[in-house]
């Protein structure tokens, strides 16, 4: 009788103190569960290799968090789909994510067009959605949950060099400008800013033209800009249109004071395939290795080590600067209440490697201004003036 | 609007189009002798054409040069394609759909092939000459334009006295007028069929090239060239070489003129619209077809 007692005791004691092991452990056991974040990226197809440069941005800034002790105390981890740069299927991946796989955040996609038709969705289930967006009119759809940080606007394109301009006297700005610009939502996001400006600046728009692409030929509408005496040059197209607006100006020895290359002259190949050709013309960015801002050391460190380059790819930053942001508003909200984020990231600044940044009820931090010049076959960042790393080059030296 | 941007406009666009033809000569052959319509075609030219860039850059050879290389290369992947591969549809009920069908896979093979080897990234012919005008008067002639219409003039010529003069030339038209007559006269149709398609193949090189002096490219552009190649082989009336010759001289004209006198925007749409209109009024092509 008694060893019955002593065995139903011994029995509650031993279930006690199993009791007690789990609720001292449920919070720790708990805590090591990976925060998923999830969403698509085109891994294959047109925009593979630009998507796979995000994705390596996205788990170079994971690496890096969770060797610090993760997000919230919690290690992070991706589940990314491949959408094959198809903007249908990137927004059945977002949907999936969020209804299916439950993940705990929602990373940012790409191209524009992807960014641009992900947006309602993340609307829609309240996900805070951090991305490039998909130009101006991307961000103006009443979306509260949408954040551009940075964003890639080309409505932001030429600020930095028309700012810029505006510092040059009067007398030695360009009279006339020729505006060329291939006919999509791409250019013409381009075009206001430039309209804006010249006005701005007493620059008189002789020729505002638009073309379909593909681009048969430009030596036409260089000889139009030549024979008009323009000398200011927008050449608002993506690479093949922008490569041959410039070999034509070379070919018939029409030499502008200025030659903006807005979208195209940005990707690497431009100085690669291009060479001197390829020097002097102004662009602008919303991110670029050559800024000053924490962060852009490290990243430049990994590329030489990992990719065997100086600095940086475009887009391998703004993986990492979309993470930040995210990664921000989580600490910041202390939760991964999503409304909580969300407020969080409305009311408070961050830091990014493109800059500190506060959002507007559309989601987007002030107009980022950065102006870059090739020089000398490297893009140069020559405004702002607390990040220029070389002297603008103007008038633009002629043909050689 | 002034006498020299029209002349101008209108030498541009005439060079620009004898391009358009030289890739589209052999398009235009398989399709109008062969019944096949080879998707593939303008990525045989975008092989091509890689090939020239790195020879370019590797060695230093020029991208027309290079041609000395590639275009007998393609021909013998041309003539194997058809031994191994086409050669299993042309018995087919529908060879067009089949074809087409067919090519396309081999399309999609050549485009991942390129991005496999040369990545994604745009490229460039940027030789001695890229810069370089002769300038005649008010007009300019820039180099790679006219080494693309020179090109295009031999190539398109090589093409139409092969298969007028030479005997395997005169077997190939025979072949396909009279499948049955030309067998019994002694003519091997597989091989002459294979012929053909390596013949196709390797002008398609020769017009990848001249792209390339014209244009960037980069794995997928064969996309955008395939646009160009129904729109010569259209308006020039399938199988027909001279045809696809004078398709790729009207296209320019027209392209050059509409960019001189019309807004840019909408040089594209009235090119296209001559096609559609080229379709419903003579869906045979403006010129007859022969072979």
Redesign the interface.
């Known amino acids: 009788m008694r060893r019955a007692l002593l065995r139903k005791n011994a029995s509650t004691l031993l279930l006690f103190g199993l009791s007690l092991f789990l609720v001292a452990t449920a919070g720790p056991l708990f805590a090591s569960q990976p925060i998923v974040i999830g969403g698509s990226l085109p891994l294959t197809g047109?925009f593979?290799?630009t998507g796979k440069l995000i994705e390596k941005g996205m788990k170079f800034w994971a690496e890096e968090i969770n060797a610090k002790g993760g997000l919230l105390g919690r290690p992070v981890e991706f589940k990314i789909y491949d959408d094959e740069s198809n903007v249908g299927k990137a927004v059945t991946y977002a949907e999936k994510a969020i209804t299916v796989d439950k993940v705990d955040l929602l990373f940012g996609g790409y191209p524009g067009t992807a960014a641009r038709a992900v947006m309602p969705v993340a609307e829609k289930h309240k996900f805070v959605y951090v991305s490039m967006g998909g130009h101006m009119k991307s961000f103006e759809q009443g979306y509260t949950f949408s954040f551009g940080a940075p964003p890639l606007m080309g409505e932001w394109w030429y600020e930095g060099f028309f700012q810029w301009m505006e510092t040059i006297p009067a007398d030695q700005r360009p009279k006339k400008a020729a505006v060329?610009t291939m006919?999509n939502p791409v250019g013409s996001s381009l075009t206001g800013s430039i309209q804006k400006w010249t006005k701005q600046l007493g620059i008189e728009v002789v020729i505002d033209?638009?073309?379909?692409l593909?681009?048969?030929?430009a030596?036409?509408?260089i000889?139009?800009a030549k024979?008009l005496n323009c000398d200011m040059l927008f050449a608002n197209g993506f690479?093949?249109d922008g490569?041959?607006m410039i070999?034509?100006a070379?070919?018939?020895d029409y030499n502008p004071k200025a030659i903006l290359q807005g979208i195209g002259s940005v990707?690497?190949?431009w100085i690669?395939?291009?060479?001197k050709?390829g020097d002097y013309v102004f662009s602008g960015t919303s991110l670029f290795n050559k800024l000053n801002f924490p962060g852009n050391d490290k990243l430049n460190a990994y590329a030489r080590k990992e990719f065997n380059i100086d600095g940086y790819p475009l887009y391998f930053g703004f993986g990492y600067a979309w993470m930040q942001a995210l990664a921000q508003g989580v600490e910041g909200a202390k939760s991964l209440d999503q409304t909580k984020i969300r407020d969080w990231l409305k009311t408070n600044k961050i830091e990014t490697i493109a800059g500190p940044m506060t959002f507007d009820e559309k989601g987007l931090p002030a107009p980022i201004n950065f102006c870059t010049q090739i020089i000398n076959g490297q893009v140069e960042l020559v405004w702002p003036l607390n990040v220029r790393t070389a002297e603008p080059v103007y008038p633009k030296p002629a043909?050689k | 609007m002034?006498s020299?941007?029209i002349f101008?406009?209108l030498i541009?666009?005439v060079m620009?189009g004898s391009v358009y033809a030289l890739l589209g000569v052999g398009f235009s052959l398989t399709w109008g002798v062969m019944k096949v319509i080879n998707v593939a075609h303008a990525a045989f030219g975008l092989l091509a054409a890689f090939f020239a860039y790195t020879v370019f850059h590797r060695y230093g050879i020029d991208p027309v040069v290079s041609l000395v290389l590639s275009v007998p290369f393609l021909f013998f992947l041309g003539c194997a394609l058809y031994r191994f591969l086409l050669i299993r549809i042309t018995s087919a009920r529908a060879v067009i759909v089949s074809s087409m069908i067919l090519t396309f896979g081999v399309a999609i093979i050549l485009e991942n092939l390129a991005?496999l080897l040369w990545?994604?990234?745009?490229?460039?012919f940027?030789t001695s000459y890229?810069?370089?005008?002769i300038i005649v008067g008010p007009f300019?002639f820039?180099y790679p334009p006219v080494i693309g219409f020179v090109m295009s003039v031999v190539g398109i010529s090589s093409i139409y006295l092969f298969l007028k003069r030479t005997y395997v030339g005169k077997a190939v038209r025979a072949a396909w007028q009279q499948p049955e007559a030309s067998q019994l006269c002694g003519i091997n149709l597989g091989r002459i069929s294979a012929i053909t398609f390596g013949l196709a193949v390797a002008s398609a090189g020769a017009g990848g090239v001249g792209m390339g002096l014209l244009?960037?490219f980069e794995p997928?552009s064969h996309n955008?060239w395939l646009i160009y190649l129904f729109l010569v082989v259209i308006v020039g009336g399938v199988g027909n070489v001279l045809g696809t010759a004078m398709a790729g001289l009207i296209i320019g004209v027209i392209?050059?003129l509409s960019?001189?006198f019309l807004?840019?925007?909408w040089?594209?749409?009235l090119?296209f619209g001559l096609l559609m209109v080229i379709l419903v009024v003579k869906p045979q092509g403006l010129f007859q077809s022969e072979v």
């Open positions: 047109e593979a290799e060329y006919n033209e638009k073309y379909n593909p681009l048969p030929d030596t036409p509408l000889m139009k024979q690479f093949g490569v041959m070999r034509a070379k070919a018939l990707v690497p190949a690669k395939e291009l060479g050709d043909w | 002034n020299t941007l101008q406009s541009s666009g620009m991005l990545g994604a990234d745009p490229r460039l940027t890229t810069s370089k005008v300019y820039q244009y960037s997928h955008l392209t050059g960019m001189a807004p840019y925007q040089v594209n749409l090119t």
